[in-house]
């Protein structure tokens, strides 16, 4: 087993992409993933990664670099935030559509304008149709061992697709946290080396990336893009059951907290999560049934597990850290799509959504209680007051 | 036409030279006239056009193959010609 330390997010992050020991790291700057990079350039430039590293001059830059050296056959990553990732946006896109497997922290960060530097979800939720893999984590550990996974998820022969990994900027990303590594050896079995298809770089059998497809294929291609979508949930589980073997750590497509036999709960993502389980045990105490479900797996989103998951309860509050002005919560519009699959069988609790915590704003565990609460009064009869609500907001 | 299950991932396109199938000449507005008597061989013309469209025999320029040239009329751009006339002049299509 691997050592017990105290890190930040970001240095944990670092060493999982310095265990994975990638051919090309192309990089730009950007706060609160700034650290990562920095670190990543110090194991470059102490020689312990064989990476070659490319400072690009933006970050439409660093992931044009990342899928050029994907295409050439290369382990690529790159890593980033909120309006580094909106600068990457076109590129995203052309990563997924031509199955490259960049991996990519995403240190979850609030989109401009008002320029803000902390941790919402905006970024992340934003790139949802990218046709990128998300998993997201609640802690460092959690970001570390996604990291690890993420490598054999995307680089997984039926898949070959972009996967970011997401965490809370600031709150996870430079908070000091109890986490364990693996041992470096231990990680780099567990990936195991790159295997590269339709390498560019080999010259012997020469090809072309990104053709022009036009009417008569591109509706096809999307299908196709589809369909290896499709096969992701099942590689995850076995990426996830094989990591546990080495990790003692199990995860699923999303973890499921005192839901079994709850009556209310919550769905909510990252840290924020961990906040909402001390609460969830308080309410416990008192004899309140509620539980909770953290999304881990959201691109491709696992809707059949998580509407079983959840049909049994009598209500349920959707917490989003974004919001889609004009609509419900992003986490919020894929929850009811789950439920509404569970319309035929009957089974469908009352659903609310809460957006808390934009830009960083703190989610405190009187606001994980003022909604559990209301949840436990809709549980008992109460009327739904409103289907969509700020919390943590001064009226 | 293919079925999407029989497409490679990626839109990779595994075999080399198959855009010699797409012939692109269709598009032209403008089409190069070679002038042999201004030609001084240079090549300028081979080396600029971007779809290989200028053919060259024995190290020679010969003329143009009309089936893959646009008529972006770079060549005609580069061409220094001899004595002030160019060897390569552009020409509206259909004239």
New interface residues.
Partial sequence: MGKIVAVTGNEAVANALRQADPDVCSLYPITPQTDIVQRFSSFVSNGVVKTELLNAESEHSAMSAAIGAAAAGGRVITATSSQGMALMWEMLHIAS????PIIMPLVNRALSAPLNIHGDHSDGMGARDTGWIQLWSESAQEAYDNTIMAFRIGEHMDI?LPVMVCMDGFIVSHSIARMEYLEDEEVKNFIGPYAPK?PLLDIE???????L?LT??YH??K???H??MGRVKGVALKVSDEFAKISGRKYGLFEAYRLEDAEIALVILNSAAGTSKDVVDELRDKGIKAGLLKPRLFRPFPYEEVGEALAHLKAVCVMDRADSFGGYGPMFMEISSAMYQNVGTGRKPKLINKIYGLGGRDYMPHDARQVLLELHEIAGGAPVRVVKEYIGVRE | MKKWTELVPGAVVLEAGSSARFKTGSWRTFKPRWVPENCIQCLMCWLYCPDMAVKVVDGKMTGFDYDYCKGCGVCAKECPGKQGKKAIVMEPEGK
Avoid: A, C, T, V
């Fill in positions: 559509g031509m199955n490259l070959r339709n059998h020469p090809k072309s990336f990104g053709p497809i008569d294929l096809e291609y299908r196709l893009q369909e290896i």
